[in-house]
């Protein structure tokens, strides 16, 4: 258990609270196995370059940003449209067993980027040795008390824990601290609702936030008063009226589970239209890439490097959450097109993974995964393992993957070593030089799926469409052209072969 006071607290303003938190843990235990993990890129080494487009989604993002220490609230009250703007302060609260704290290092500043992602300040924080989390309080009375004093010394208003805590727990916390509480789930849903931007996005994200509410309801003063029966109920109404009635915590879990059934039913009636792409794709025998890796990795950069697609990029968790398909060629002239997919994390809610299920397609239908790892990143390992598990899930376990280290210019020849002990076969690059880029277009290339069928055919001069065709998704082998026509030799999909059949020789 690391020892924390509130004088500890305001000791040195100037440190940053989370590697306050972690030299606590570390004297306690007197190892540390990774250096400081670092969740977001150093903003010298971040720059965007041009491949990156104008970047106006960017723009328009940061075009209203929270200041703190600022306020609008007025100080007559009953001008309640006015509210005081500020940014959350908040404290950060972990467990860890014996033997993990550079887990515990990882995770911690994790959820620190997370929580300055999601608009809040990170003060201060603990972190509890123990062997497993407390079923009442999650760190222990004692901790919570000593917590308490924390959050009062620094002014918090907001504890976030790191972990998934127990409607039970939270609500144990809450009472003890006197603050608001919530956990690592809450912080990663409310950073979708912000970036969520289609349709099809909003409604997966409010699907998961009501699945996630939905075992936390609580009922405060008049939520857990009923229905009145008799002369005093339904507004006097008399007989019929009669009987115990619904609580209106009851009342609550009806309409969510009601706004959950239509949610699910808004995301089906996408799927015909997301099908209607995929199959006209798979019809004309278009091969595709997806790019998944960890949230940061730079997968939106090096989707734009690939293709110049200029799709918004940015040095934050989860910037991007709906996927963006682009269509590129390969050297011989074949058309290939290139997914970008939502990120994954660390303890990824089951529910966004479940709400996102039909955007994961992407990469299950996929015939290539680039599977892009931080290689700047002080976990990998973690990075890959992560990504497998949620890969996975969504039934992509046995598609073709090739794993890309992506920030390569930051990367020294020792950590290029174990990198390529962990993955001998990984291609280094890097979206912000263009290390490597050509590298990864020939293992693509050379990884997307040959045409079926070999044809020799004599194609007239008039039908210049099939050769177009060949072109874009078949594979010349040999061309010659003759009197009668363009004599080839080439691998083509069925559906071109039987084109081509009447002109075979």
Do not use: C
Request: charged share 25%; hydrophobic share 40%; net charge negative.
């Amino acid at each position: 258990m690391t020892d924390t006071t509130p004088s500890d607290v305001q000791a040195d303003p100037q440190t940053d609270p989370v590697d306050r938190v972690l030299s606590r843990a570390e004297s306690r235990s007197g190892v540390r196995i990774f250096g400081a993990a670092q969740a977001l890129q150093a903003e010298s080494t971040a720059d965007g370059s041009t491949t990156d487009g104008e970047q106006w989604d960017l723009e328009a993002r940061h075009a209203l940003r929270r200041v703190a220490g600022l306020s609008t609230e007025l100080e007559d009250v009953t001008e309640v449209e006015y509210r005081q703007l500020r940014l959350e302060n908040v404290v950060l609260v972990g467990v860890y067993a014996q033997g993990s704290l550079a887990d515990a290092e990882n995770s911690l500043r994790e959820l620190s980027a997370l929580a300055e992602t999601a608009g809040s300040t990170v003060l201060d924080g603990v972190l509890q040795r123990r062997p497993h989390p407390d079923p009442a309080t999650y760190i222990g009375r004692g901790k919570a008390d000593e917590l308490k004093d924390i959050v009062a010394a620094v002014g918090a208003d907001t504890v976030i824990a790191d972990t998934e805590l127990a409607p039970s727990q939270r609500r144990a916390l809450e009472d003890v601290i006197k603050v608001k509480v919530i956990d690592r789930t809450a912080v990663i849903l409310d950073i979708f609702a912000q970036h969520a931007k289609t349709r099809e996005g909003k409604a997966q994200v409010e699907l998961a936030q009501l699945e996630y509410l939905l075992p936390r309801l609580r009922g405060w003063g008049e939520s857990m008063s009923r229905q009145a029966g008799g002369q005093v109920g339904a507004g006097g109404a008399g007989m019929g009226s009669r009987g115990p009635g619904e609580t209106k915590i009851e009342l609550d879990r009806r309409r969510i589970r009601t706004r959950m059934a239509q949610l699910r039913k808004q995301i089906r009636e996408f799927a015909p239209a997301r099908d209607a792409k995929r199959s006209e794709r798979k019809r004309n025998t278009v091969p595709s890439v997806a790019i998944a890796g960890y949230t940061n990795a730079g997968k939106s950069s090096l989707l734009n490097r690939l293709t110049s697609a200029g799709v918004l990029v940015e040095n934050a968790l989860f910037a991007t959450l709906d996927a963006t398909v682009r269509r590129t060629e390969t050297a011989d002239g074949r058309v290939f097109t290139l997914a970008d997919t939502v990120g994954f994390v660390r303890n990824l809610p089951h529910q966004l993974v479940e709400a996102f299920r039909s955007t994961l397609e992407e990469v299950a239908d996929a015939d290539v995964i680039v599977h892009v790892v931080d290689g700047h990143h002080p976990d990998p390992a973690g990075q890959l393992a992560t990504v497998r598990d949620v890969m996975a899930d969504v039934g992509a376990r046995d598609i073709r993957e090739i794993v890309v280290f992506n920030k390569s210019d930051l990367i020294d020849d020792d950590a290029r070593l174990v990198l390529r002990g962990l993955e001998p076969d990984a291609v280094f690059v890097s979206s912000r030089t263009g290390e490597g880029i050509a590298e990864l277009r020939a293992v693509v290339e050379a990884a997307l799926p040959l045409p079926a069928v070999e044809v020799r055919a004599l194609v007239p001069y008039g039908r210049g469409d099939l050769l177009s065709a060949i072109h874009e998704t078949g594979i010349f082998l040999s061309q010659d052209h003759e009197e009668g026509g363009t004599r080839v030799h080439v691998r083509v999909s069925p559906r071109l072969a039987a084109d081509l059949a009447p002109y075979a020789v």
